[in-house]
């Protein structure tokens, strides 16, 4: 192992440079050549390898978003652009990879380790949390923490005008934002794609509630199956005529800003772990924190979404909202 690339790949995520400095300094203190790879996939096809050394993570620790930028490649997933990328890693002298990314990314390495013999090991980039193999992904804990600072902003005006909010976070396929950031901002309801959305049960609950409570705030992930929070917020609208209701739509300041310290400390293991699982000859691992310790998943099972949720979380959500 002389000398590995790392790249950031889908969506960004804070915590990736974080990750991307540990993995060059790592990677260095053994002595190992490192180049970075701009724009993911894309830019492994256009060969934009770059050289990267202790410098060039200097002062990034903290800063959102990626050095190594991202984006996401549609001639990756032909065979022309996969052979392609492979060319530029065989050119490049490459004896390893890191990707840090998410389940497509996972996914896009899976399928690359047919044609290219060379190791690649992945490091979770994703504020979703939705991978299996770790606790938590980097950009999770960062992501609620800023959709929880949000939220407890929008309840100071929807306590002031006796308001019901209804807030949309991210969440496709996985509703792991809105379910934490929900307990951690004492919102009334979750609304998330895991479980089935029962309006007629949320709007009983909304009729039978504390009337002394000045605001309501309900999450509600962008893929529950209920149509969102604009088409929920109508609907509830129509049956509760005298609630002053609103929607606030958080979008993608959930993928910025700076990385809280646990996101750091997390980013900074998984680094280090992947350019140690490459000197001990891993290959198509994701790399996690499971209990605190350091686990190695295949990508095979790592990319295979959470569907159930703790139980005891959702049963937490009815009672503390009382």
Do not use: W
Not at 6 to 28: E, K, L, Q, Y
Not at 49 to 58: G, P
């Amino acid at each position: 192992m002389n000398k590995i690339a790392v790249f950031t790949s889908g969506g960004d995520s804070p915590g990736m440079n974080a990750c991307i400095r540990a993995v060059v300094r790592t990677a260095i203190y053994n002595k190992i050549e490192v180049v970075g790879i701009m724009h993911g996939y894309d830019g492994m096809i256009k060969d934009e390898f770059v050289a990267l050394n202790t410098k060039s993570v200097a002062n990034i620790i903290h800063r959102g978003g990626t050095i190594l930028k991202t984006a996401r490649s549609k001639e990756f997933l032909t065979a022309e652009g996969q052979q392609k990328a492979l060319d530029n890693l065989k050119k490049n002298n490459i004896d390893g990879v890191i990707v840090i990314g998410g389940d497509g990314s996972f996914k896009g390495a899976l399928e690359f380790s047919t044609i290219c013999n060379i190791p690649f090991v992945g490091c979770p980039g994703t504020i979703d949390n939705d991978l299996v193999g770790t606790d938590f992904t980097i950009g999770y804990d960062t992501a609620i923490n800023t959709v929880v600072e949000a939220v407890d902003k929008i309840r100071d005006t929807a306590e002031s005008h006796d308001r019901l909010f209804f807030v949309e976070v991210m969440g496709r396929d996985a509703g792991l934002i809105a379910l934490r950031a929900g307990i951690g901002v004492g919102a009334e309801s979750i609304l998330i794609p895991e479980t089935k959305t029962d309006l007629s049960n949320l709007i009983i609950r909304l009729k039978n509630g504390r009337k002394s409570k000045s605001s309501k705030i309900i999450l509600v992930a962008e893929g529950d199956d209920a149509g969102g929070a604009f088409a929920i917020a109508e609907k509830v609208k129509k049956e509760l005529p005298n609630y002053d209701t609103r929607v606030t739509v958080l979008g993608h300041i959930q993928r910025g800003g700076n990385p809280t310290a646990m996101e750091r400390v997390n980013a900074s293991r998984m680094g280090f772990a992947a350019v140690e699982a490459l000197l001990k000859g891993e290959k198509n691992i994701m790399i996690g924190i499971v209990d605190k310790k350091i686990k190695y998943t295949s990508f095979e099972k790592a990319i295979k979404h959470i569907e159930s949720l703790d139980e005891d979380l959702m049963r937490m959500v009815n009672i503390l909202s009382l």
